[in-house]
């Protein structure tokens, strides 16, 4: 089996971003040393975009430090990585605190990307989420992370924007892994199922993140090949199928018609209670 190259992306200020990146959200909280040992692993594969975030708390080892020490030990000579970490919630308040304590946790100079991980903000006192109305509102948290630059870069899409697709391989127990229509498509091309949803997002254009502390999946998941037109037409329809159109993270953490004190309303997102996108 031939795969294809992983693309990088030029984004809209020059800077380059390695098509595939490793995710370093775990899935569960706890557990740093299984953060640390993903990107070990990654970085041994030629993984050199690694995506984690001050949000990703752990028992004893926390996820940046975790990310930092891996980096550390790995040997790979800075420039050569591209290190992605986001504002936690309870610092939409202290920007410039917030990429301070980042740095120092990942042991950097500086990050190559660095987000606002969720539009709600956090009461660092008391844990309240603040509602939409409420200073700071995203707005006003995602002007402070544009004075942390030197020069304030222009929004603008005519510049090229690249579509980031987090958690693109869905949840363990996601229909794909059990569908026929993957199964015979995986068979066909001599892959894994997570290959070919992978395949499918990078012949897309867009980047994405899978995470995978397991060395032969973490190999595999830099092993793409090419679709068919056909086989992209019958992923790019899926979604049509009855019961297929919803999405497959925070599912569980959807209380009472919100996340994270938001509903899906003021989050953005076209949802219903259950996560189906509203017809």
Not at 185 to 202: D, F, T
Not at 228 to 241: F, N, W
Not at 253 to 272: N, R, S
Request: glycine share 10%; proline share 6%; aromatic share 10%.
């Amino acid at each position: 089996m031939q795969f294809v190259q992983i693309p990088t992306f030029t984004l809209n200020d020059g800077n380059k971003m390695p098509g595939i990146g490793m995710g370093c959200w775990m899935g569960h909280y706890g557990g740093g040393e299984e953060a640390a040992r993903t990107v070990k692993i990654a970085l041994e594969l030629g993984y050199r975009h690694i995506d984690t975030a001050a949000g990703y708390l752990w028992t004893g080892l926390e996820n940046e430090d975790a990310v930092g020490q891996s980096i550390a030990e790995s040997g790979v000579p800075r420039e050569e990585l591209f290190v992605v970490t986001k504002l936690a919630m309870p610092d939409h308040g202290r920007v410039e605190e917030g990429l301070d304590r980042s740095l120092k946790a990942l042991g950097l100079d500086y990050v190559d990307l660095y987000l606002m991980h969720w539009p709600q903000a956090e009461d660092p006192e008391t844990g309240r989420m603040l509602r939409p109305h409420e200073s700071p509102t995203f707005v006003e948290t995602w002007l402070a992370m544009e004075k942390l630059l030197s020069t304030v870069l222009e929004f603008s899409k005519s510049k090229g924007m690249v579509v980031q697709a987090y958690t693109p391989m869905g949840r363990p127990s996601a229909p794909f892994y059990k569908d026929p229509i993957f199964v015979s498509m995986a068979e066909k091309y001599g892959v894994q199922i997570g290959q070919i949803l992978l395949s499918w997002a990078v012949q897309h254009g867009t980047m994405p993140i899978p995470k995978s502390s397991n060395r032969e999946r973490a190999q595999q998941n830099l092993q793409v090949v090419r679709l068919s037109q056909e086989d992209m037409t019958v992923m790019d329809e899926y979604h049509k199928r009855p019961g297929m159109h919803r999405a497959l993270a925070y599912i569980g953490m959807i209380k009472d018609g919100k996340l994270f004190g938001w509903t899906m309303e003021e989050l953005g997102w076209p949802y219903d209670d259950e996560a189906y996108v509203k017809s």
